[in-house]
């Protein structure tokens, strides 16, 4: 009990993931920086956001319902220390080995920070994060879509197992899934999944700060955006992690080059797109991606 | 059912100016629009009554940060025309030039803006990065990146040096690889044109309705423009064309944007090879009673400045109108129908700049009730006219 609470609230949790994401979130910052030819902050500038904003007044709008304005930021960040629990542990930790049935859990987990900010924002009753909240429930049923059929192609891939440690362990005596020509193409559509499950551009249309002023969080302040924000930085963490257990033969501490090379797509992503319209994302998810990742479960099935 | 408000405003979250959009929303489709303007209202033209003619120059100056020129060129451009006679030839060519830079960075400075709202920051910061060598050149010639203060009635007030053209124009001409790049970047980028194309067209006969001025009524097939309409300062001396496409969309209005960075930079290279020697300030002393009318293309439009003097030290009426006044109304027509995510870009893509267009109502505040609205104001206006000018006639 207290080895699972140490895993869940410090190590490989809660306080390492946040530790990882605030680095992860400077690289991010320091490289979109250098791009647009600006200077970026100090190592430690994502460290030192969230405590001015943990120190600052929660400000409840009159017209909020309060229960479920605090609580669905903490429903998010659970959540996610979840996910990022259980993906570091099957890597790094080989006396747990997780359970079977993992992978379905840690993606029913991924949709809980999106629901989370759904309805914090329609708790907030702002007429923008109303707004906000109803662009992000179209976009997670846009994306969810390809994210779980690219899912099945590595269960189906390694024959129809679905816990994380034997996926790793299969793809380590057959080679990585990302090496087949369904593998690839099912990661390239879950990197999307990734980019619009961060909420970076081009998938922003739920903050988008220059239409709708942040939209979801808008009526956030102090402890409580830090707690949003944090999320969002533990999700840079955990998600990536969760590609590169799936389809990349896992990972271990020496093999973290893994993980910086999709942090510098996802920055390349977010720096060389402008933001798409929430219709456009939509048949871009249901459209295209679909109908990519159909052809990968196929192709997967004809064990290509 | 009842539509949703969606302000935008009073304080706009992306270009720092007092305007207020109230977007009358059904779902994520905008059904209508409020436009309220008038946050920031300076009495400009009031103040400017009680300036020396030299003074005003400066005033005006202040009316627009980012088109610092435009105000004081049309001003200069209607105290030319009161008095009949040209500037110097000299004068005029240093006039377009700073016209024309002005242009260049104000253009850049949208596209970076239309970047950030479509959420493409990259974009935004290096149009700004590139508009900095301009703002250079600025600074080289007037000793200001912004409010250059070179405009003087009957000439300009700093003369510019032939030993500073050979790197203006080397500076210039580094900049078209740059802007060949934006042009690559706004035509050839497919989320872009998704974004950009078909959305907010005004067509012709809206153009025509709301009397839309500049780049916003070019984009449109409208081919308007001052510089070649009313010939001032240089413009008919060097060889440029009217830039216009048809599509009325976003897209067409960055399109014109852009290519018109190709032209003005073209015009102020003509310029320095062509510009003349000789004096620069024609020695104005007195101004006598009169009217003059002077217009400007401001990289938004057209700018008009009515000037009429009573023999006195100081304009007796100054009456400005600015071409946001004019295109900021036709948001109207663009915006209705489409989605809230088009909606900033739509507004922004007239590049609007309210500061220059605040109007007055006068309202009483316990009632809420319109005492004046804008046509009393104008009646007040012309009323005053008319008796300044009656007085003027008796004396």
């Not at chain 2, 500037?87 to 970076?112: K, M």
């Not at chain 2, 032939?162 to 078209?176: A, M, R, V």
């Not at chain 2, 309210?354 to 009393?376: H, P």
């Amino acid at each position: 009990m207290t080895r699972l609470l140490f895993n869940f609230l410090i190590y490989p949790g809660f306080l390492f993931t946040a530790c990882f994401g605030l680095v992860a979130s400077w690289i991010d910052r320091k490289v979109t920086a250098r791009i647009q030819w600006r200077v970026g902050p100090p190592w430690y500038q994502p460290l030192i956001d969230l405590v001015k904003l943990s120190i600052k007044e929660i400000t409840v709008p009159r017209s909020a319902s309060k229960g479920l304005f605090f609580l669905s930021p903490l429903i998010g960040l659970s959540a996610v220390t979840l996910v990022s629990m259980l993906v570091w542990l099957v890597n790094i930790d080989p006396v747990s080995k997780g359970f079977s049935g993992d992978i379905i859990v840690i993606m029913y987990l991924l949709t809980l920070p999106a629901i989370a900010v759904i309805l914090g924002a329609s708790a907030s009753g702002n007429p923008l994060a109303s707004l906000g909240a109803s662009r992000e429930i179209k976009m997670v049923m846009a994306y969810e879509l390809p994210f779980i059929i690219s899912l099945i192609v590595p269960v189906i891939k390694s024959g129809g197992l679905l816990k994380l440690s034997e996926i790793i362990s299969y793809q380590a005596v057959n080679g990585s899934f990302i090496a087949s020509l369904s593998g690839i193409i099912a990661f390239i559509i879950m990197i999307f999944c990734m980019q619009a499950k961060l909420g970076l551009v081009p998938f922003d249309a739920s903050e988008a700060e220059t239409e709708i002023i942040a939209g979801t969080c808008i009526e956030y302040s102090g402890m409580l955006l830090a707690i949003l924000k944090l999320t969002k930085t533990m999700l840079m963490v955990a998600l990536p992690l969760f590609l590169i257990t799936l389809f990349w033969q896992g990972f271990t501490f020496l093999s973290l080059w893994k993980y910086v090379i999709l942090l510098v797509i996802i920055i390349l992503i977010r720096n060389t797109n402008p933001r798409v319209r929430i219709d456009h994302a939509v048949r871009f998810f249901w459209g295209k991606m679909t109908l990519l990742s159909i052809i990968a479960v196929l192709l997967a099935i004809k064990g290509m | 059912m009842a539509h949703k408000i969606i302000p935008i405003g009073p304080y706009h979250p992306l270009q720092d100016e007092p305007e207020f959009f109230k977007l009358h929303v059904d779902g994520e489709t905008v059904v209508d629009i409020d436009i309220e303007i008038g946050y920031n209202h300076r009495l400009i033209e009031k103040i400017a009554e009680s300036k020396s003619f030299d003074q005003v120059t400066f005033l005006v100056e202040r009316i627009c940060g980012i088109c610092s020129t435009s105000h004081p060129f049309a001003y200069v451009n209607a105290i030319d025309d009161l008095l009949g006679v040209k500037s110097p030839e000299r004068a005029l060519y240093i006039r377009t030039v700073i016209g024309e830079l002005e242009r260049v960075h104000s253009h850049l400075l949208w596209l970076g803006l239309a970047g950030h709202f479509l959420g493409y920051n990259t974009v935004w910061m290096w149009a700004w990065r590139y508009r900095e060598p301009v703002l250079d050149i600025f600074e080289k010639v007037a000793g200001n990146r912004q409010n250059y203060a070179m405009m003087k009635p009957g000439g300009v007030r700093r003369d510019m040096f032939e030993e500073d053209f050979p790197w203006i124009k080397k500076t210039l001409k580094d900049l078209i690889p740059k802007v060949d790049m934006f042009k690559g970047a706004v035509m050839d980028d497919p989320v872009i044109h998704a974004r950009t194309e078909g959305v907010g067209v005004l067509t012709k006969e809206d153009v025509r309705q709301y009397c839309v001025v500049g780049p916003t009524a070019r984009a449109s097939g409208v081919g308007i423009d001052i510089r070649k309409d009313d010939p001032y300062a240089a413009y008919d001396k060097v060889e440029w064309k009217v830039i216009t496409q048809e599509g009325g969309d976003v897209y067409s209005k960055a399109v014109v944007r852009i290519l018109e960075l190709y032209e003005s930079i073209n015009i102020i290279l003509q310029c320095l090879d062509k510009m003349p020697k000789g004096p620069i300030d024609s020695g104005i002393k007195d101004i006598p009673p009169g009217e003059g009318i002077g217009r400007h293309e401001a990289p938004r439009g057209e700018v008009v400045h009515y000037i009429m003097a009573d023999g006195g030290n100081s304009p007796a009426r100054h009456k400005i109108r600015a071409p946001s006044y004019m295109n900021v109304a036709s948001n109207k027509k663009a915006v209705i129908g489409e989605s809230i995510s088009d909606a900033t870009i739509i507004l922004a893509a007239v590049d609007p700049c309210y500061c220059c267009t605040e109007r007055m109502a006068v309202v009483d505040y316990k009632t809420g009730k319109k005492l004046m609205d804008g046509q009393d104001l104008v009646r007040l206006s012309q009323e005053k006219t008319r008796k300044i000018a009656e007085k003027r006639i008796r004396s």
